[in-house]
């Protein structure tokens, strides 16, 4: 079956550091990825998606690029904000089949003034 | 306003109460889902639905029952609430008939006492 493997948190981070959030996954054909931001008391939502092979995904300075050959969705940002503190999500769904998703667990960033 | 809204927000119950989730989205999107939340398992499906009057269990659906009869309503009702089942709950809906990205409500918080 489908699994999307996430680097464990939290992830501790100064203000203006560079962040990487790793996230390989394992699915059949071309899946469709995602990366979720969860802040406090609030439910998912959806930061960047990318569709197919060397896409990247972008919004609020985040990026991420669907790397088929490494099976790879890495979440990087050049420059982080206390604002950026959440829990991040990657995530892909088939393409194909039943449109259930799969999740990872989560990664916790804090950010640190 | 379009969107993906839960109630209530918080409930307290107790043990072998019936409690019903609701969940209403206005985009008419097919594809609903139902996870809960908890520390150390992240995301886990409940049930989902493809359409109205179609739905099919996820990851975990003892002990909880969904139905749809509008496109719009996804509620989810716990038959014997036990505490077990103390979670936060998600609904969801997604776009592009299950390939696009999910959109999540803000989550209702139960507590089974």
């Known amino acids: 079956g489908n699994s999307v493997t996430q680097m464990e948190g939290p992830v501790t981070l100064s203000e203006e550091a560079f962040l990487t959030i790793n996230c390989t996954y394992t699915a059949t054909g071309y899946p469709s990825l995602f990366w979720y931001v969860q802040y406090p008391g609030e439910g998912l939502q959806l930061l960047l998606k990318?569709?197919?092979?060397?896409d990247k995904g972008s919004n609020k300075g985040f990026e991420a690029t669907y790397r088929k050959e490494t099976t790879s969705f890495h979440l990087e940002k050049g420059s982080v904000q206390v604002s950026d503190s959440a829990v991040y999500f990657c995530?892909?769904?088939?393409?194909?089949?039943?449109?259930?998703?799969?999740f990872g667990r989560g990664t916790s960033l804090i950010v640190h003034p | 306003d379009a969107g993906i809204t839960q109630s209530p927000r918080y409930k307290i119950t107790e043990t072998g109460r019936q409690v019903t989730l609701m969940c209403h989205q206005t985009w008419s999107h097919s594809y609903m889902f139902w996870y809960r939340q908890d520390l150390g398992h992240g995301l886990r499906l409940i049930y989902y639905?493809?359409?109205?009057?179609?739905?099919d269990k996820g990851e975990v659906p003892d002990g909880y029952v969904v139905s749809r009869s509008k496109t719009e309503n996804f509620p989810l009702t716990l038959e014997s609430a036990t505490r077990s089942q103390t979670s936060v709950y998600f609904c969801?809906?997604?776009?592009?008939?299950?390939?696009?990205?999910?959109?999540f409500g803000d989550g209702t918080r139960l507590s089974i006492l």
């Open positions: 995530a892909l769904t088939q393409s194909g089949g039943s449109y259930i998703p799969t």
């Open positions: 969801a809906s997604s776009e592009s008939g299950g390939r696009g990205p999910q959109h």
């Open positions: 639905s493809a359409a109205a009057d179609i739905t």
């Open positions: 990318a569709t197919k092979a060397d």
